[in-house]
């Protein structure tokens, strides 16, 4: 792995990868917000690098084709198992990542009128990556 990766668990064992995506399935009364809320973790198994400049954002939260599509994906820090105040784009704290770290991203479907699916939640971090 060169750098950071997302993952389901937080022993850093199970990728959010192609096949097994990060997604939400769920019923939610016509005109109401679909609100979905999860923790993810960000780790590095590269024990010879550290991180900083690092920060989380969707890759694919624009609008979708209509109402019924669009969604909105934001992401807050850890706070002793709760989620602190969401932002579009998440920074997080320099280091080596070698503890995963968790992060919540929250998934928002407004004004749902109609059925949907969308199977491309997709996160994307940044970072500048050093040798220890």
Known sequence: ????????????????AVGDE????????SGNDLVSEKVIYIGSDETLLTYENVSV??????????VNGDINVQYAV??????GTYQDTLP?????????VPIWRKVI???????????????NVSFDKYVK
Do not use: C, Q, W
Request: hydrophobic share 35%; no cysteine; aromatic share 8%.
């Open 109 to 123: 479907a407004p004004n749902v009128s109609a059925p949907f699916k969308r199977i491309d939640i997709e996160h």
């Open 22 to 29: 990060d997604y939400h399935r769920g019923a939610v009364v």
């Open 57 to 66: 954002t969707s890759i694919n939260d624009e609008d979708g084709a209509s």
């Open 92 to 100: 997080l704290s320099d280091g080596d990542f070698a503890t995963a």
């Open 78 to 83: 850890d706070s002793g198992g709760v989620a």
């Open 1 to 16: 792995m060169m750098g950071l990766k997302f993952y389901h668990d937080s022993g850093a064992t199970n990728p959010i």
